[in-house]
Structure formats: C-alpha cells, structure tokens
T-cell receptor, first 113, second 116 residues
Framework: DQQVKQNSPSLSVQEGRISILNCDYTNSMFDYFLWYKKYPAEGPTFLISISSIKDKNEDGRFTVFLNKSAKHLSLHIVPSQPGDSAVYFC????????????FGPGTRLSVLP | GAVVSQHPSRVICKSGTSVKIECRSLDFQATTMFWYRQFPKKSLMLMATSNEGSKATYEQGVEKDKFLINHASLTLSTLTVTSAHPEDSSFYICSTKGGGGGDTQYFGPGTRLTVL
C-alpha cells in the first residue's frame, strides 16, 4: 500500500494565482518531508523541506504546511508562474534526513498564462 | 498505485567490490524503469532509463561500464555498481512509470550504499 499519497494526478492554475499541491501519508513515524520538482527527462530537483517539529516552512514563493494530526502536508506556490509547470513529488522519511525516502506518485502542475 | 521494492535497503561494502541493487515492481508490469542517484543537495540525478528486453539508455556523464543495468523481466531491473569507490557512496532510487501514459511515477524506497 502507498505510504505517501498524492491524490490529484494533475492541477491547472492561472498565472499569478495560488497553486496548492497536497500530499497525505499513513506512516506516523515519518518526521521529515520534502517536495521535489521534476521537468521532463530530468531527475526530481529538491525544492523545500520541513521537519515534523515545525508546521510551516517558507522559501520565497514556496511554502510547505504540515498538519501532523491529519498526516497531511501541502505545498503553496504564490504567485504561480508558467515556469512552475512541472511534476511535483512529495517524499517522507522516518528518523530525519539521511534515512531512505518514500515518494508519492506525483502531481502535474500546469500554470496557464 | 503500484508498489516498487528495492533490495537491499542498505549496503556497506569495501572499495573495489561490486554491489547489485534490485528494483522490483510488485504489482505492475514495468516496461520502463528509471534509476536515480541522490546528491548532497537532495536532488535526484537521473542516471539511466531501463527498458525491458533492451539496453538501458544512460544519461550524459554516467559511465555505463561502471553502472551496469539489466532489465531482464517486466518486474525486475538491477543496477550493479562495479568496482565501487567511496565516491560512489550515495542513495540510489528506482522508479517505474505509471500506466496510462501519464506523469505518475512510483518510486522504490531507495538503497543507501556506503563504500569504505
């Protein structure tokens, strides 16, 4: 069974608006979470991370929110730009960074001009 | 979604030895599998695309004689790191393409290789 789920395979957003990508997990031992961005024919590129001791981490236009009780995290991109169009993967690990990661299946974001 | 396993999850070996990593698609026939390597800044570098029944396609800069890939069946791809050196120490992860031609990928749990 998938321990990390991204239930929306795709999302379309207008340029300038907010993009919200969601991720749910089932393993309560996960304590470190990452978001990756992937362009075609490339490997996923690290975007932003969050430790379970926090509920929010912000880096420029990207903010990740973590709701431990709901086992849910989300990535907010504000404002969305056409260059943000890519596939986004969330990943989780137990025991902090350095342990093996479990990836979700990805969500394709299309930002429309 | 598909379930992908990797074996072993961790391996420690001596310099000069070869290490084989298995990637299995447990409930999905994967004609295509991808092999990635994680670098210190956490991004994953695509090493090669493994196609069932044919030779793998390696990305530029990846030594095909050092990283041997065999995709012998629809459920199994193997990556062999030959004559491993400490600089090969990394986190190796495989994934399969989802069905239906979409962007979904199902990742294995990864293998952490440490070369002493």
């Amino acid at each position: 069974d998938q321990q990390v789920k991204q239930n929306s395979p795709s999302l379309s957003v207008q340029e300038g608006r907010i993009s919200i990508l969601n991720c749910d997990y089932t393993n309560s031992m996960f304590d470190y979470f990452l978001w990756y961005k992937k362009y075609p024919a490339e490997g996923p590129t690290f975007l932003i991370s969050i430790s379970s001791i926090k509920d929010k981490n912000e880096d420029g236009r990207f903010t990740v929110f973590l709701n431990k009780s709901a086992k849910h995290l989300s990535l907010h991109i504000v404002p969305s730009q056409p260059g943000d169009s890519a596939v986004y993967f969330c990943a989780a690990s137990a025991g902090g960074y350095g342990q093996n990661f479990v990836f979700g299946p990805g969500t394709r974001l299309s930002v429309l001009p | 979604g598909a379930v992908v396993s990797q074996h072993p999850s961790r391996v420690i070996c001596k310099s000069g030895t070869s290490v084989k990593i298995e990637c299995r698609s447990l409930d999905f026939q994967a004609t295509t599998m991808f092999w990635y390597r994680q670098f210190p800044k956490k991004s994953l570098m695509l090493m090669a695309t493994s196609n069932e029944g044919s030779k793998a396609t390696y990305e530029q800069g990846v030594e095909k004689d050092k990283f041997l890939i065999n995709h012998a069946s629809l459920t199994l791809s193997t990556l062999t790191v030959t004559s491993a050196h400490p600089e090969d120490s990394s986190f190796y992860i495989c994934s399969t393409k989802g069905g239906g031609g979409g962007d979904t990928q199902y990742f294995g749990p990864g293998t952490r290789l440490t070369v002493l």
